[in-house]
């Protein structure tokens, strides 16, 4: 029972010094100069960036995140470090790939990821938290919170999630592929064309080589987390392109024809 008791205490102290190593990290970021458009919340109202709200969903700012750290709103480390990628994967999500911010936060993200990694190394960041949550066994009651963590999709649900990839432009797929090789890189892998036997392996052409995307092997989170952000875009373009066709229905529906043709041929 003592034994348990100091096992509990030793992890306690090493989330609490993982939460404030945090705080001076997200402090640092702040004072940095490159950083200045992520400090605050974006002034989408004040910039007419009138499809901000659409395109981003939950927005997050480092200063939110810093007041956040202050007030004890995170009960681990890797929440925290979730509402910094959050930051970036948002600018880099509405701005045009290459333009200067989704550089910056590209560059920033790294930054972050390789502190953080050290703060990981050193104390107890909450991370294997999920590990522990998926690796449970049937029948155990224990940790229930870990254990409402989502379930793995469906295969008809993997399946339109696959074939939705493909629906992606070049800054759109590029998102994906830097989540995934954020999260969880083994699901990636650049490789010579693959065979055609493999229903649930995508295969993008991208600088003269294939990207293979083992999408069975995505975690439930971050399959949910970019299932979202893959049917938000479609929507988007869904809805914009059937308003463009109320005023040119006939000349959209050859090309839908033709379009549905080609793809079919390939």
Known sequence: MMENSNRNSTTTTSREEALRRMTKLVSSFMARADCAPFREPVDWRGLELWDYPKIIKKMMDLGTIKRKLDSHKYATAFECAEDVRLVWSNCKTYNADGSDFFLIAESLSKRFEERYRKIKAEFDTG???LHAGSGRAEGDDSGGALQASPSAPPLDV??????????LNGDELG???Q???LRCPHVIENIAPAQDDEPHLLNKKEKDMQAEINVDA???KTFADLDRFVKEKLYTRDSTTHHSSSHHHSSSSTTAGTSEKKR???
């Open 179 to 181: 989540v995934l090789d």
């Open 127 to 129: 991370d294997e938290d």
């Open 264 to 266: 079919k041929t390939k």
């Open 158 to 167: 993997r399946t339109k999630f696959a074939s939705n990839l493909f629906r």
């Open 218 to 220: 995505i975690d439930s």
């Open 175 to 177: 998102y994906v592929l």
